[in-house]
């Protein structure tokens, strides 16, 4: 539940009432306790995820998300420093499932730019944040005929000069630049994609710039600065980055930043945030890692940025885990689990070790990156022991049981492999259809990605069918579906509001049928359609599609 607040509330102490403050888990939140003692099964507000500071282009969609706890539930209410939050330009929305609040702001505008809170109240208290939104505008002036063709009335004309300016003055999220400052030259494509930049040449020439800035600020305070590492998820749970430097000053000041507030940290206790030195290296560990972890983090020394690496979670489960695997002496063995989304590359581990693609083991994953495989070649008694696949913050784990070589000829020597059939026997093995994983509510912002997948068992092997709408998409382009040991997936590209609607996947073979539906929710503005007459085009032929995206 949750409401909308004008301006500055502060709710009055009502008579008997008192004031406590309380420390939260979570950085940067204030709780305020309303009675001296809490009442058995009783607490005040909480959150246990803060929105986050954000920086957005002007006409984008922009959204805060909270998650708070308490008992009794907690009422979510939300205002801003300068200017009121109304239901025209504010979307609420509230997820029963995840317990997520959102405050939506749909084609943002730079009015909007402002210092918001969001306040949790219950009969014992409240808990407030405090989280900025930064609007970066297009620079460019508007025209009567702009203004008016955003209502659809007249046609808009457009001229290279507008283009050119728009493409250049969009100077991207500063979190875009912080992240190629530290990143290795071959994370660059990654990191583009991941922020829409196709202008390569101009982005070099802007961040050997920004590059030459930032090197002039850090010799102030660092003598050497290498060996710069990104932030990497460990097995262990726990998330960890590392650098080595020489400071000019021993004693200056290191401050830790996550998403622009800084965070505490000790190098002595084992607290949440830590750090370790060994001479000229820094090793800072983010213990106990869980989803509101993620995000960019950045390390300055007396107020000069350093480093910034940014911790990405995915949003990924088990559908199949790895299952016990029993072999003999020098036979290969192989787990094999499958993902609920894709991933290029997750984490093995062999009795506590890190295992990679090497002489002893064989690393693969599919083409559609959800199955993934590690075969533990020429088994030794040696190689024993509980084997690992770990997956963001999922894992699951299994035996590798190694049995000596019952033939005394094969001691020492490679066993080939061999089929045995067993002797065929009446029984059927067939099954009708079935959803072992069914189809999950999607909602997606505009012009996102979005990705469906369930889990279908069956033998004989089922024949799969999407439909949108009662519409086969089997054959449609425009989705792409894939159907890979019966983990069934479509992806959606580039979401429109035409992808909206009901999607239904039907199993069927010679033993019967079965479905399951979902239902796609698109958030966000809907384009409007932008007209040129035919005397303005002409000048527009070598205008590349980067700059026409950045009109819609």
Known sequence: MFKMCKAKEEQPTAPGQVKIKKKSRVPGVMITQYVEVLPDGRSTPDF?????????QEGKMAFFRAIV?????PVVTWMRNNGEIDE???KFTFDSISGEHQLQMPDVCADQADTYKCYARNEFGKAVVTVTLNVIEVGYKKSKAMKESRTGIQTTFLTIPFLTKIKKKLEIDEQFWELLLSADKREYEGICAQ??????????????????????????????LCNLKPIELKPSGAAEFEL????????????????????????????KHGL???GKKFVFSINGVNPEDAGLYQLEIDGVKI????????????????????????????FQCVLSHPMKKICWMGKNNPVEQGDKYDVTVSDDMLIHTLVVKDCLLLDKGIYSAVAGLKSCSAWLIVEGNKDPSMVGKKKKFSLKLQDSKSCSLETSPSFSVPLKMHQSPQRYECYMSCAVTGNPRPRVTWYKNNISLNTNTNYYITNTCGVCSMLILNVGHKDSGDYTVVAENSLGRVECSTKLDVKGKKNLNIKCYTQHLTPMKNINHCSLLLLH
Do not use: C, H
Request: charged residues 40%; glycine residues 2%; proline residues 5%.
């Open 48 to 56: 246990t995820r803060k929105p986050i500071a954000l920086t957005i």
């Open 69 to 73: 706890t308490g008992n009794p539930t």
């Open 88 to 90: 025209k330009r504010y």
């Open 195 to 224: 922020y829409g930049v196709t202008d390569f040449r101009w982005l070099l020439k802007k961040l050997n710039e920004k590059k030459l800035e930032r090197e002039q600020e850090q010799e102030k305070v660092v003598e050497k």
């Open 244 to 271: 080595e430097m020489s400071l000019k000053n021993p004693n200056s000041n290191i401050f830790l930043f996550k998403d622009g507030v800084m965070i505490p940290f000790d190098a002595e206790t084992e607290v």
């Open 276 to 278: 370790k030195r060994v």
């Open 307 to 334: 480093f910034s690496t940014e911790l990405k979670i995915p949003d990924v489960d088990f559908l199949v885990k790895i299952q016990d695997v029993k072999a003999e002496e020098r036979e290969d063995a192989v």
